[in-house]
């Protein structure tokens, strides 16, 4: 494996703007594909890109801003 094409949650939330939290969250919720790694996780970057280039945020309900 080339570990250098994988990146921890805090990675990518410094290089992206999401929270550590919500990084962790999607990958728990398997929306994120990732491997646990003791207390974290790491994804694949192309993965992540994938991800992003997918991912639609979820909007609260009853709001008409």
């Known amino acids: 494996t080339q570990e250098s094409n ?3 949650t805090k990675q990518l ?3 992206s703007g999401y ?3 919500t990084i ?3 990958c728990q919720d398997e929306d994120l594909p990732s491997q646990k790694l ?4 790491v994804i694949l ?3 992540w890109d994938m991800f992003l280039e997918t991912y639609q945020p979820r909007r609260p309900s009853g709001n008409d801003d």
């Open 19 to 21: 929270s550590i939290r």
């Open 45 to 47: 970057e192309s993965d």
């Open 6 to 8: 994988y990146k921890t």
């Open 38 to 41: 003791g207390r974290d996780y």
């Open 13 to 15: 939330s410094d290089s």
């Open 24 to 26: 962790q969250k999607w």
